[in-house]
C-alpha cells in the first residue's frame, strides 16, 4: 500500500479497510496478517471469483513461514495443511454448495486447533465459524485494484487486525510495504 493504512481505513465500528493497487500490496496485507497471527486465529474470506482471496491466503501463509510456492487454492480437495511457525489450514468452499457438505467437512476441528485457519468463500459456512473470527471482505475495483476490509468479530480478531496494522504502518514508514 502506497498511504499511510490510517488515512486509508475505513473504520466503521472497528472494521478497517485498505484499496489496494496491486497483487503485491494484497499479499503484503496478507503477510502482516500472517506475521500478526497467534495460535486459534480463525479467517473468514469472501469475495467474488478474482477478488484476490488466494493471493491474500499466500501472504497470510508467508507471514506464518510457509513457503508461498506451496499454497495454491484448495478448491478440488477442499482444504490444505501447510506447516509454518503455526500450523496454517486453508479451505475452499467454492464448490460446495450444500450446507451438509460444508458440514461433513469438520472444519469446527480445525478451527479449535493451535494453528490458524483460514476459509475462502466463507458465507457458504455460516454455522462453523467461532463466535470470535476475522471476518475480510475483499472487492474487485477494477484493474489490479482491490478494496480489502478486516471485521473483527470479537475481542481476539480485533487484537489480530490492531497488530496487523501496526505491522503494516511500521512498513509504510520504513517503505517496506
Same mark, same amino acid.
Given at each position: 500500500?502506497?498511504t499511510?493504512?490510517?488515512?486509508?481505513?475505513?473504520?466503521?465500528?472497528?472494521?478497517?479497510?485498505?484499496?489496494t493497487?496491486?497483487?503485491?500490496?494484497?499479499?503484503?496485507?496478507?503477510?502482516?496478517?500472517?506475521?500478526?497471527?497467534?495460535?486459534?486465529?480463525?479467517?473468514?474470506?469472501?469475495?467474488?471469483l478474482?477478488?484476490?482471496?488466494?493471493?491474500?491466503? @499466500?501472504?497470510?501463509?508467508? *507471514? #506464518? /513461514?510457509?513457503?508461498?510456492?506451496?499454497? &495454491? +487454492?484448495?478448491?478440488? $480437495?477442499?482444504?490444505?495443511?501447510?506447516?509454518?511457525?503455526?500450523?496454517?489450514?486453508?479451505?475452499?468452499?467454492?464448490r460446495?454448495?450444500? @450446507?451438509?457438505?460444508?458440514? *461433513? #467437512? /469438520?472444519?469446527?476441528?480445525?478451527?479449535? &486447533? +493451535?494453528?490458524?485457519? $483460514?476459509?475462502e468463500?466463507?458465507?457458504?459456512a455460516?454455522?462453523?465459524?467461532?463466535?470470535?473470527?476475522?471476518?475480510?471482505?475483499?472487492?474487485?475495483?477494477?484493474?489490479?485494484?482491490?478494496?480489502?476490509?478486516l471485521?473483527?468479530?470479537?475481542?481476539?480478531?480485533?487484537?489480530?487486525?490492531?497488530?496487523?496494522?501496526?505491522?503494516?504502518?511500521?512498513?509504510?514508514?520504513?517503505?517496506?510495504?
Amino acid at each position: 500500500m502506497t498511504t499511510n493504512p490510517a488515512r486509508v481505513a475505513d473504520k466503521a465500528g472497528s472494521a478497517v479497510a485498505w484499496e489496494t493497487t496491486s497483487a503485491a500490496e494484497t499479499h503484503a496485507l496478507g503477510k502482516a496478517l500472517g506475521e500478526a497471527c497467534a495460535e486459534r486465529e480463525v479467517m473468514a474470506l469472501v469475495g467474488p471469483l478474482g477478488a484476490g482471496k488466494t493471493c491474500l491466503v @499466500r501472504g497470510i501463509a508467508e *507471514g #506464518l /513461514g510457509v513457503p508461498t510456492e506451496l499454497v &495454491t +487454492s484448495p478448491t478440488f $480437495v477442499l482444504i490444505h495443511e501447510y506447516a509454518g511457525r503455526l500450523p496454517l489450514y486453508h479451505a475452499d468452499l467454492y464448490r460446495l454448495e450444500e @450446507r451438509d457438505a460444508v458440514n *461433513g #467437512l /469438520g472444519l469446527e476441528e480445525y478451527t479449535e &486447533t +493451535s494453528g490458524v485457519t $483460514v476459509i475462502e468463500w466463507a458465507e457458504r459456512a455460516p454455522g462453523v465459524l467461532p463466535h470470535d473470527h476475522l471476518w475480510i471482505t475483499l472487492d474487485h475495483l477494477g484493474g489490479d485494484r482491490r478494496r480489502v476490509a478486516l471485521h473483527p468479530r470479537g475481542a481476539r480478531s480485533a487484537e489480530l487486525v490492531a497488530r496487523a496494522v501496526a505491522r503494516l504502518a511500521a512498513q509504510l514508514r520504513t517503505g517496506g510495504a
